[in-house]
Structure formats: structure tokens, C-alpha cells
T-cell receptor, first 116, second 118 residues
Framework: AQKITQTQPGMFVQEKEAVTLDCTYD???????LFWYKQPSSGEMIFLIY??????QNATEGRYSLNFQKARKSANLVISASQLGDSAMYFC?????????????FGKGTRLSVIA | DTEVTQTPKHLVMGMTNKKSLKCEQH?????MYWYKQKAKKPPELMFV???????INESVPSRFSPECPNSSLLNLHLHALQPEDSALYLC?????????????????FGEGSWLTVV
């Protein structure tokens, strides 16, 4: 079973508008972290934002915010005031505690295109 | 700027060549990772090193040989590769999971090494 599901293969957004990228996850571990990464065409995987399973408030980092709904097991990324440079692939990922150095499990990604 | 450095950025090698990908981090992390990413796909885990010991090998073919000489360095030795091994290879590092660790539980990636096997 997939642990991370991203249902939007591609999204378009007008410059300066906000956009929400969807992510749902599946885990039985009470301790886990959810991450969003941006990958431009250059290939670098850029960390954007983190949400811990015990965090009471939604995470925010500049124009990025994470809409965390624990009961629904969703962790949607909201990008406000989109810029042309936001055009990239976006991956939702999860890391479970299980053992000390568990790796990331990625969703299939959403390709975001920002239109001028 | 990423604090995980990968070299080379681009590598073209023949199927009989021996080459290596290198990764270095100076964040004091004790876990390091190799991921392989094919075009239009998410990264797939290959290896995990924890405290310089191999802790996870995702059934990777033996033509890929990882090495962790010390806590800051991670190598991936390549030998007798196939054209289907052409991909982006991503190195990453992190600290051990901590509760609550906050964003300290983040796994940080390098810029990647684009490998083409001809």
C-alpha cells in the first residue's frame, strides 16, 4: 500500500495567486514527520517545510504553509503569492520513527506550472 | 545553499568503466543516504548508512557498491553498469530521529549527480 499519495500529477496557477498541493499519508506509527520538497529541473531536492505528528500548530515558512489535518491524514502544501520561480516538481514525503534513521518515503509528486 | 555536496555533477561512463560518486556533509549528521531517481519518478532509496555502518540495502545490484569512510563522507562505487542505470543519484544526510525533533528531523539532499551510461 502506498504510504504517501499525491493525486494531482500537474497543476497550473496564475502568478500572484495561491495554490494548494494535496498529500495524504498512511502510517500506524504515532511519531512521524511530514515534509515537502521542491525539485526544479536542475535536479536539486530543496527542503521547504516540516510538520511533526505531535505539532499542535500548522507549520509555516515564508510563503509556504502546511495544512495538517491529522484525523484525515492529510498534509497539504499551500503556496501563497505564486512566483514564476515556483514552477517545479513538488514532493510530499514522510519519515517514521520506527528506528533511529528511517529514510524518507516519497509520493509520486505534483508538477506545478506558474503562468504569467 | 545545500550543505550536502555531491561530485561530479555530471558523469558519462561506459559499461566497462569503474567510477565513483562522492558526497560530503559537514552538518554533524550520523545518517547518510543514497537515492536513485529516474525521469518523472520520485526518488527511490538505495542505501542507508548509520554511524558509518550500512543499515539498509534495498536489494541494490552489486554493481553499485557504497562506502562510508567516515561520518562526513559517502561514496558510491560504480562498475559494469547498464544503460538502464542512467539516472539522477541523490545523496542525503540527517540526524537520528528525535522526539520532539522538530525540523531537526529533516533529511537534507545534495544537488545530485546526473549519470549517463553509454
Amino acid at each position: 500500500a502506498q504510504k504517501i499519495t499525491q493525486t494531482q500529477p500537474g497543476m497550473f496557477v496564475q502568478e500572484k495567486e495561491a495554490v494548494t498541493l494535496d498529500c495524504t499519508y498512511d502510517t500506524s506509527d504515532p511519531s512521524y514527520g511530514l515534509f515537502w520538497y521542491k525539485q526544479p529541473s536542475s535536479g536539486e531536492m530543496i527542503f521547504l517545510i516540516y510538520q511533526g505528528s505531535y505539532d499542535q500548530q500548522n507549520a509555516t515558512e515564508g510563503r509556504y504553509s502546511l495544512n495538517f489535518q491529522k484525523a484525515r491524514k492529510s498534509a497539504n502544501l499551500v503556496i501563497s503569492a505564486s512566483q514564476l520561480g515556483d514552477s517545479a516538481m513538488y514532493f510530499c514525503a514522510m519519515r517514521e520513527k520506527v528506528s533511529g534513521n528511517t529514510p524518507l518515503v516519497f509520493g509520486k509528486g505534483t508538477r506545478l506550472s506558474v503562468i504569467a | 545553499d545545500t550543505e550536502v555536496t555531491q561530485t561530479p555533477k555530471h558523469l558519462v561512463m561506459g559499461m566497462t568503466n569503474k567510477k565513483s560518486l562522492k558526497c560530503e556533509q559537514h552538518m554533524g549528521h550520523r545518517a547518510m543516504y543514497w537515492y536513485k531517481q529516474k525521469a518523472k519518478k520520485p526518488p527511490e532509496l538505495m542505501f542507508v548508512y548509520s554511524y558509518e555502518k550500512l543499515s539498509i540495502n534495498e536489494s541494490v545490484p552489486s554493481r553499485f557498491s557504497p562506502e562510508c569512510p567516515n561520518s562526513s563522507l559517502l561514496n558510491l562505487h560504480l562498475h559494469a553498469l547498464q544503460p538502464e542505470d542512467s539516472a539522477l543519484y541523490l545523496c542525503a544526510s540527517s540526524q537520528e530521529w528525535r522526539d520532539p525533533g522538530g525540523s531537526g528531523n529533516t533529511i537534507y539532499f545534495g544537488e545530485g549527480s546526473w549519470l549517463t551510461v553509454v
